[in-house]
């Protein structure tokens, strides 16, 4: 089945420096890729997704780029805030035939003032 | 609009009960899956309903079982209780033409 490995386990920037989160999938019928952010205590919440047929994806201060060939893909957010502060996922499935999602491990980012 | 709902949002059991965890999906969403999310970990995925039947299946024993309504809502049983069950149940809600999934704030599950 698919495995979805993500480094690092922990990230710590200066508020307004650029982070960095990175993934790598070993499924190459995988064709869906999400990220989640969950704050503690409280429900993952889906900032940005991207499917094989993308290679880069942006929305605001975040971005997500995917290298289909090296089976891997990142999470880059920029003019980070405190309140950016929070674990990230990253995730990937198979379209069709139901959408499991499988998840790396998460990365604990703190911004710190 | 509501988003996805869980219920209960806390629930404590003994070893060897059985337990039934709610959800309802977003306004608009046909599809549920349900994930087990351990205490640092990323979520595991536990099955996923559609058209009232389990479409796809995780790596969970057969204490796991679940069930979709009409009105597209779902549960999801635990029987034979063990303590490694303690965990944070989340639900997910989609539409089946789409993959992106989207979660209640899950049930906090306590096995003693």
């Known amino acids: 089945g698919e495995n979805v490995e993500q480094h690092p386990s922990t990230l710590s920037v200066q508020e307004g420096d650029s982070a960095v989160i990175k993934c790598t999938y070993s499924?190459?019928?995988?064709?869906?890729f999400p990220w989640y952010k969950q704050e503690l205590g409280k429900r993952p919440q889906l900032i940005i997704d991207i499917r094989s047929n993308v290679g880069e994806k942006k929305d605001q201060r975040i971005a997500v780029t995917l290298n289909k060939t090296a089976k891997h893909f990142s999470l880059h957010i920029t003019e980070t805030q405190p309140e950016d502060s929070a674990v990230y996922f990253c995730?990937?499935?198979?379209?069709?035939?139901?959408?499991?999602?499988?998840f790396g491990t998460g990365t604990q980012l703190k911004v710190e003032l | 609009d509501a988003g996805v709902t869980q219920s209960p949002t806390h629930l404590i059991k003994t070893r060897g009960q059985q337990v039934t965890l709610r959800c309802s999906p977003k306004?608009?969403?046909?599809?549920v899956s349900w994930y087990q999310q351990a205490l640092g970990q990323g979520p595991q995925f536990i099955f996923q309903y559609y058209e009232e039947e389990e479409r796809q299946r995780g790596n969970f024993p057969d204490r796991f079982s679940g069930h979709q309504f009409p009105n597209y809502s779902s549960e999801l049983n635990v029987n034979a209780l063990l303590l490694g069950d303690s965990a944070l149940y989340l639900c997910?809600?989609?539409?089946?033409?789409?993959?992106?999934?989207?979660f209640g704030p899950g049930t906090r599950l306590t096995v003693l």
């Open positions: 995730a990937a499935s198979i379209r069709g035939g139901g959408n499991k999602l499988t």
């Open positions: 306004s608009g969403h046909d599809t």
């Open positions: 997910a809600s989609s539409l089946s033409t789409s993959p992106s999934q989207y």
């Open positions: 499924d190459s019928a995988s064709n869906y």
